[in-house]
Nanobody, 115 residues
């Protein structure tokens, strides 16, 4: 059974930082591209950042320079370091694992940026 379990969300003030983690099980983690997506209230889900099985990364323009995605294949975990958070980053953040046409989603973790 495939599981993607996110953690690290919470409430943070503008300008603060959070690190999200996504622990994967049930897949050969190193073969999967991993990503973080988010859904803000009243909006569609959007890509935040992805990292390929080879380590290449891509970011949404809105988070470039502030967020960093990384992976640890030994721990089957992908991370999202989020710095200089803004109120518009408030959303539920979802972990995604994808290989060819097969993909899996986590349950999501809430990030709220507010003073």
């Amino acid at each position: 059974q495939v599981q993607l379990v996110e953690s690290g969300g919470g409430l943070v003030q503008p300008g603060g930082s959070l690190r999200l983690s996504c622990a994967a099980s049930g897949i050969v983690f190193r073969l999967y591209g991993m990503g973080w997506y988010r859904r803000a209230p009243g909006k569609q889900r959007e890509l935040v950042a992805v990292i390929s099985s080879g380590g290449s990364t891509n970011y949404a323009d809105s988070v470039k320079g502030r967020f960093t995605i990384s992976r640890d294949n030994a721990k089957n975990t992908v991370y999202l370091q989020m710095n200089n958070l803004k109120p518009e980053d408030t959303a539920v953040y979802y972990c995604n694992a994808k290989r060819y046409v097969v993909e899996y989603w986590g349950q999501g973790t809430q990030v709220t940026v507010s003073s």
